[in-house]
């Protein structure tokens, strides 16, 4: 069984900087990708950035430049610190993972989300 627990969002002013966490846990033998995807009302859940295990990373085009992805491997965990938060921005942000986990079998897991709401 992996987890991805979530910390940080909030409510933001537009201009304003958030940055979330996300530490994953449980029967993990190896990670390939860890990363951020958001869902905002009436929206498809749309890719934020991800990191794979090689040093890749890939932004969404609407965040590129504003959010940095960073990865801490010795604690599992997956940063995201957002700058220049603008009101489109606001969506619930859910941690994303593909871990290889004790049964030697790879999966997509996901975090609980959590709202980040940005206002004009």
């Known amino acids: 069984q992996v987890r991805l627990a979530q910390s940080g969002g909030g409510l933001v002013q537009a201009g304003g900087s958030l940055r979330l966490s996300c530490a994953a846990s449980?029967?993990?033998?190896?990670?390939?990708?860890m990363g951020w995807y958001r869902q905002a009302p009436g929206k498809q859940r749309e890719l934020v950035a991800v990191?794979?295990?090689?040093?890749?990373?890939n932004y969404g085009d609407s965040v590129k430049g504003r959010f940095s992805i960073s990865r801490d491997s010795a604690k599992n965990t997956v940063y995201l610190q957002m700058i220049s938060l603008k009101p489109e921005d606001t969506a619930v942000y859910y941690c994303?993972?593909?871990?290889?986990?004790?049964?030697?079998?790879?999966?997509?897991?996901w975090g609980q989300g959590t709202q980040v709401t940005v206002s004009s």
């Open positions: 994303y993972a593909r871990c290889m986990s004790g049964g030697y079998s790879w999966g997509d897991y």
């Open positions: 449980g029967d993990i033998r190896s990670i390939n990708a």
């Open positions: 990191g794979t295990s090689d040093g890749s990373t």
